[in-house]
């Protein structure tokens, strides 16, 4: 069954529990988080096959990502472990409850080091995808990143393997200049875009929504909305459609934006039509904002119906 295959870098994660600054941590929890592989949990665990690409460190944090995601039954033959760097490192401060700072240690990571190589000696898990979904991050780790993009991205569409591109901006990677840059020569073979409304603006270089639309258009254009819902702009041109948050009890917002696209993908892969695509992308992002963790929150199917259970509920 062709599932869904994606490439990027995934790094190990430090963080407190505790609100406060970091320096009075008593101890800190270790996890993992990249963007590419969070989805590639959500949708497995919503069934379909998911493969994650890239390279990790020969160290223990490296260990630790492949570790993970094989727990979670992604698939990591097209993985390698780069012994002359290290895997990158991600630090999270709960300052506040409200404000977390992140800082990032991913300079000269292995992540960083993927090469057009990595790509093709994973060529067949790509053309035998359902699926390939990429982000705007990791064309701005290297050129030799970008570089395996680029060349995922080729495998992919001579296959007719469709596309899918979260923009998924991280200014402490580059400014709105570098990312019109290396995503431009992705834009016309995407057959799936998604971001928040102010990145698709800066992808555009425009200052509203119908204009940054006009000049995107081509891919399915997915505006994700954080608790106000997301919409739709289909393809063909058609009406957008827009659909609200489900309201849940919100711990943390991070993580929501890969949970709703894990669940927008797993619909397609489903062969299910865009209203339901939307229906079931609003459903998993939802349910990662329950839990203060990137991932981890997200739902099994036969999870889905628990967000309408009432406060209180034990299920025995
Ligand atoms: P991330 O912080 O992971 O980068 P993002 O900015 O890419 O997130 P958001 O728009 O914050 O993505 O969230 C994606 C989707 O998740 C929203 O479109 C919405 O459907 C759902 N969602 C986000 N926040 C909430 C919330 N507080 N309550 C319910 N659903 C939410």
Redesign the pocket.
């Known amino acids: 069954m062709p599932g869904l295959v994606t490439l990027g870098e995934t790094m190990a994660v430090l963080g407190s529990p505790r609100p406060g600054p970091l320096r009075h941590a008593p101890h800190l929890e270790l996890s993992i988080g990249g963007a590419e592989s969070n989805v590639a949990i959500g949708v497995r665990r919503l069934g379909h096959p998911a493969a994650w690409i890239g390279r990790v460190g020969a160290d223990e944090f490296g260990a630790l990502v492949l570790e993970r995601l094989r727990a979670e039954q992604v698939e990591v033959s097209g993985a390698l472990v780069d012994p002359d760097a290290p895997t990158g490192l991600l630090v999270k401060e709960q300052r506040t409850p409200d404000v977390t700072r992140v800082q990032y240690y991913r300079t000269g990571s292995a992540g960083s080091r993927l090469c057009p190589a990595d790509v093709d000696a994973a060529a067949a898990v790509i053309t035998g995808a359902g699926v390939l979904h990429i982000t705007g991050i990791t064309p701005l780790l290297s050129p030799s990143a970008a570089g395996a993009v680029a060349r995922a991205v080729e495998l992919a569409v001579a296959a007719q393997v469709p596309v899918s591109l979260?923009v998924?901006h991280r200014a402490a990677l580059g400014g709105a200049e570098l990312l019109r840059e290396r995503l431009a020569p992705l834009l016309p073979h995407l057959s799936h875009l998604f971001g928040?409304e102010e990145e698709l603006l800066l992808l555009a270089d425009a200052t509203d929504e119908p204009s940054a639309v006009a000049r995107l258009g081509g891919p399915e254009l997915v505006v994700?909305?954080?608790?106000r819902?997301?919409s739709v702009y289909p393809a063909d041109g058609g009406p957008e459609l827009h659909r609200a948050?489900?309201?849940?009890r919100?711990l943390d917002?991070?993580?929501?934006?890969?949970?709703?696209v894990a669940g927008y993908l797993t619909a397609l892969l489903d062969g299910a039509p865009v209203a339901e695509r939307l229906r079931l992308?609003?459903l998993t992002?939802?349910f990662?904002?329950t839990v203060p963790n990137d991932w981890s929150g997200q739902p099994t199917r036969d999870e889905l119906g628990l967000l309408d259970a009432e406060a209180g509920t034990t299920l025995r």
Do not use: L, S, T
């Not at 994700?224 to 608790?227: C, M, S």
């Not at 948050?245 to 849940?248: L, N, Q």
């Not at 917002?253 to 709703?260: E, I, L, M, T, W």
């Open positions: 979260d998924n928040g994700k909305r954080g608790a819902g997301a948050a489900v309201p849940v919100a917002p991070v993580g929501a934006g890969d949970a709703f992308a609003c992002g939802a990662a904002v």
